[in-house]
């Protein structure tokens, strides 16, 4: 595969790092989904998260304060291959509120994991950089695919969130 070299994004209006990718690659149908007796639905932009609010945030912060950084983290993500890869491993996901008796504090995702390297090479390049923390987790890089009662998704920040969240694994949704 030919690397694959994007412009800086920009941190989203819900201040986030995200990766737009085209909702066709992955099968995403029109209408609802039926899964486990549950109305999941179609999501209507497709993205891979880089990082969440919260780091996110800090980087914009320190951003804002600072040009040179600025310039440190654009040429970062410039300059690595952001290039993927599907995979056929699909996880249901499920996060419930501390109060599991409603039904309304159950959100569910339906996602897909893809591979990635530039993941963790981009997460690297900001450690080196001391821009965020040598302890911080790379996020599994997937794309939400369908959601109950979360229309953005769960957010997955690292291997073990992973791990917590998944109900099951499963084939490709039809």
């Known amino acids: 595969m030919s690397p694959v070299y994007l412009k800086w994004p920009g941190i989203s209006a ?9 909702k066709s690659e992955f099968g995403i149908r029109r209408d609802p989904l039926n899964f486990g007796g549950k109305t999941f639905l179609p999501k209507k932009e497709t993205h891979i998260t880089v990082f969440g609010s919260t780091e996110a945030t800090e980087l914009q912060q320190m951003m804002q304060r600072d040009p040179a950084v600025e310039t440190d983290i654009i040429q970062a993500f410039e300059n ?3 290039s993927y890869t599907t995979t056929s ?10 109060n599991e008796a409603a039904d309304h504090a159950t959100e569910q995702s339906i996602i897909v994991l893809i591979e990635m390297d530039g993941m963790s ?13 040598r302890g911080l987790p790379v996020p599994p890089p997937h794309v939400t ?21 998944t109900r ?4 490709k949704p039809a």
């Not at 819900?14 to 085209?22: A, E, G, K, N, P």
């Not at 491993?89 to 501390?98: F, G, P, Q």
């Not at 099951?168 to 084939?171: D, L, S």
């Open 145 to 165: 695919l369908y959601t109950y009662n979360c229309d953005a998704g769960i957010g997955v920040h690292s291997e073990d969130a992973l791990y917590e969240l």
């Open 121 to 133: 090479v981009f997460y690297e390049k900001l450690k080196t950089l001391n821009l965020i923390d």
């Open 14 to 22: 819900s201040r986030t790092l995200i990766i737009s990718v085209d």
């Open 89 to 98: 491993e699909y996880r249901h996901l499920v996060r419930t509120a501390k």
């Open 168 to 171: 099951e694994r499963i084939g």
């Open 80 to 82: 690595t291959d952001w």
